[in-house]
């Protein structure tokens, strides 16, 4: 099944299915700030936020990291994940520049079959190779409690949802 998004209402597919509620998050293995390989398994025991988004250079993701800084301060045993293409250098600087102590980035720079093996790959577009924007909430055995793919790229995910899962 095949998955879709838009940019300014020009439609986007996205590849594969998206992670069903209860399912256990796949296996990744991605890059972090210092150019390590980070997998799934590192966060083993934490509940999970996976903040997928195209770029940091778009207000809507920037304002989604910022967001989910203010928010993630507030959840006990939660880690927020931002995935992205961009490089590590690039989130090192932009979390350096708002003071978002808490960023944890993983690029996809290497690991990305990652994305599809998500379902957040954007197939068709400009766009295309790039991760969706999708919010994705997990508990601490990986089993998926949330998962919204944004229907409008420019847009923001529903935060308020997200976070209900987590405070249940």
């Not at 095949?2 to 439609?11: E, M």
């Not at 293995?29 to 980070?38: G, I, T």
């Not at 304002?63 to 090192?92: C, Y």
């Not at 980035?105 to 991760?131: C, I, Q, W």
Request: some cysteine; proline content about 5%.
């Amino acid at each position: 099944m095949t998955n879709a998004t838009a940019l300014i209402d020009d439609p986007i597919l996205v590849e594969d299915d998206l992670p069903s509620l209860g399912q256990t998050l796949p296996f990744f293995q991605l890059v972090n700030q210092a150019l390590e390989d980070v997998s799934l398994e590192a966060f083993r025991g934490q509940r999970k936020i996976l903040h997928f988004f195209p770029a940091i250079d778009t207000p809507a993701s920037a304002n989604s990291l910022r967001t989910l800084e203010t928010l993630g301060k507030q959840l006990p045993n939660t880690v927020i994940l931002h995935i992205s293409a961009d490089l590590p250098f690039t989130m090192s600087r932009f979390c350096s520049a708002e003071n978002l102590s808490g960023c944890i980035h993983l690029s996809t720079m290497r690991g990305r079959d990652m994305l599809k093996n998500y379902g957040v790959l954007m197939m068709t577009s400009k766009l295309a190779g790039l991760p969706a924007r999708v919010l994705m909430v997990a508990d601490e055995n990986d089993q998926v409690l949330h998962v919204e793919l944004v229907k409008e790229l420019s847009n923001e995910p529903d935060y308020a949802a997200a976070l209900a899962v987590l405070q249940k």
